[in-house]
């Protein structure tokens, strides 16, 4: 049985930082790439940050990069987002994810329109939320 337990959220002031952390298990987590999603307050499921399997090669999505960084340790099965500088517009429920396939390359990562409702096997997520 797949599971992905998120943790980390909490409430913090612009600027700040949290470290969320994703506990896999039920699948061999060193041949997927991992992905953090999330879901603001009445917007869809956007993908922030997308990892290979190595660890070797890391994506951003534009309004993170520079702020965030995703590292794994796949001896754990754990996934990581280090958020710094965390701004408003961070707000979110934070979820891990691990479809097959891949979707990333040199620049980018690119899914097809309507690619996270699609997909079913998340966790609970984590809330983050950023606020005075």
């Known amino acids: 049985q797949v599971q992905l337990v998120e943790s980390g959220g909490g409430v913090v002031q612009p600027g700040g930082s949290l470290r969320l952390s994703c506990v896999t298990s039920?699948?061999?987590?060193?041949?997927?790439?991992m992905y953090w999603v999330r879901q603001a307050p009445g917007k869809g499921l956007e993908w922030v940050s997308a990892?290979?399997?190595?660890?070797?090669?890391?994506y951003y999505r534009n309004s993170v990069k520079g702020r965030f960084t995703i590292s794994r340790d796949n001896a754990k099965s754990t996934l990581y987002l280090q958020m710094d500088t965390l701004d408003f517009e961070d707000t979110a429920v934070y979820y891990c994810?691990?479809?097959?396939?891949?979707?990333?390359?040199?620049?980018?990562?690119?899914?097809?329109?309507?690619?996270?409702?699609?997909?079913?096997?998340w966790g609970q997520g984590t809330q983050v939320t950023v606020s005075f």
């Open positions: 994810a691990h479809p097959p396939g891949l979707y990333c390359s040199g620049d980018g990562c690119r899914f097809p329109d309507g690619f996270w409702e699609k997909y079913s096997s």
């Open positions: 039920g699948f061999t987590f060193s041949r997927y790439w």
């Open positions: 990892i290979d399997r190595d660890g070797d090669r890391e």
